[in-house]
């Protein structure tokens, strides 16, 4: 099974589960829960959630799912540029804990940066480790200035991780972001890793590459999310099949000819490009 670490030394599998969209209604709740205790039970123990996905809805369902084994595995929330100031992001991260049953959680990030000054989340964010109700903090949607200024506030350099948007159509970060968080020793997160509205998953590229591994599109793209081993993918998945078929991609390997063959399937960058964001 693949795995990353974060700085403080804390292993998890490669690939984790989602939850943006769920809890809105598009399927049968009991079948989302369902679909993440599946996919806990087949490895994939990270669960990334929000308080602005379904308005705190998200929060909720993974409250019921991760019920009874809270402690295997690893959870991730994050506060809204609009709550980020210093006692905005204690507030926040209160109310995350209510919804989701629970006493902390192991990752909390910036879900991208707005109007409060960095210093002060960070300083919310340092309270909130203080207390013990969170393990680590990190940000997401930075591009690599953003980063850069972040390691200048005080504290910034405890950094732990930066949540992108990353997948084979979408490579931007390789020419300087994923090189720069390597670097700092910072893993990085990947959001839609196998695209959005099931376009990325019907190009050729990608069909070729899966029928050679007996695989499937979505795990070609996971496990070429995965394979620098320095990136955590998280993936949705509301139905127990695809939750099953996402964690079967923690052991596939891509072989040197299927990464020239994605090379050629999606270019990847030669220059600078604005951090993609959606």
């Keep these: 099974m693949r795995t990353i670490s974060f700085p403080n030394g804390r292993t998890v599998p490669a690939i984790g589960q989602g939850t943006w969209m769920m809890a809105e209604g598009r399927a049968d709740r009991g079948t989302e829960i369902r679909a993440l205790r599946i996919g806990f039970d087949d490895g994939l123990t990270v669960v990334d959630t929000a308080e602005i996905y379904g308005d705190g809805a998200s929060e909720e369902l993974v409250g019921e799912a991760i019920a009874g084994r809270r402690d295997d595995l690893f959870l991730v929330s ?10 905005g992001t204690i507030r926040a991260l209160e109310d995350s804990l209510r919804r989701l049953r629970t006493d902390r959680v192991d990752l909390y990030l910036l879900h991208w940066r707005g109007g409060h000054p960095l210093e002060a989340t960070l300083r919310g964010f340092e309270r909130l480790q203080k207390d013990g109700k969170i393990g680590l903090w990190g940000v997401s949607n930075f ?19 930066n949540q992108i948007l990353y997948n084979p159509e979408e490579r931007g970060a390789e020419f300087d972001l994923l090189p720069w968080m390597r670097e700092k020793g910072m893993p990085a997160m990947a959001y839609s890793p196998v695209g ?14 899966a029928e050679r591994h007996g695989a499937t599109p979505a795990q070609v793209a996971l496990a070429f ?3 620098d081993g320095n990136t955590l993918a998280i993936p ?11 964690a079967a991609a923690l052991r596939l390997e891509l072989s040197p000819a299927d990464l020239a063959e994605m090379d050629e399937a999606f270019a990847p960058p030669s220059h600078k490009v604005p951090l993609a964001i959606i």
């Design 225 to 227: 999310a995965i394979r």
């Design 196 to 209: 959005q509205g099931g376009k990325l998953l019907s190009r050729s590229g990608l069909r070729r590459i």
């Design 78 to 87: 994050k506060v809204a540029p609009s709550h980020a100031s210093e006692a």
């Design 143 to 161: 591009d690599t200035d953003d980063m850069e200024e972040l390691m200048s506030v005080a504290g910034g350099r405890a950094c732990a991780t």
């Design 236 to 246: 949705k998945a509301g139905d127990p099949a695809h939750a099953a078929e996402n």
